[in-house]
């Protein structure tokens, strides 16, 4: 079956870094585009980043653009989003997805499957 298995949350103070990393099992990993979702208490989750299947094509949100990287390691079926100068409003669950596509997507319906989510929180 498919799992999608996110690590490397956690706390940070403003202006810090971290690493988020999703493993995926049970997919053809080099033949499908992936994204990164967040979803802050009370609010819709929202597109962070997406990368295409051979890590060509990324997209950011306007939020996150010059402060976090997407990329993707085929050969180890993982996918990461670097994330610098994090800010307080940068607190929420982030969630891995994946797209049974190539081409990147931004909406949570062109997404597949999905991961359990990994908390990351930004103090000031």
């Known amino acids: 079956q498919v799992q999608l298995v996110e690590s490397g949350g956690g706390l940070v103070q403003a202006g810090g870094s971290l690493r988020l990393s999703c493993s995926v099992s049970?997919?053809?990993?080099?033949?499908?585009?992936m994204g990164w979702f967040r979803q802050a208490p009370g609010k819709e989750r929202e597109f962070v980043a997406a990368?295409?299947?051979?890590?060509?094509?990324?997209y950011y949100a306007d939020s996150v653009k010059g402060r976090f990287t997407i990329s993707r390691d085929n050969a180890k079926n993982t996918v990461y989003l670097q994330m610098n100068s994090l800010k307080p409003e940068d607190t929420a669950v982030y969630y891995c997805?994946?797209?049974?596509?190539?081409?990147?997507?931004?909406?949570?319906?062109?997404?597949?499957?999905w991961g359990q989510g990994t908390q990351v929180t930004v103090s000031s």
């Open positions: 997805a994946a797209r049974i596509a190539r081409g990147i997507g931004t909406m949570r319906n062109e997404y597949d499957y």
């Open positions: 049970g997919l053809t990993f080099s033949s499908n585009a």
């Open positions: 990368i295409s299947w051979r890590g060509g094509i990324t």
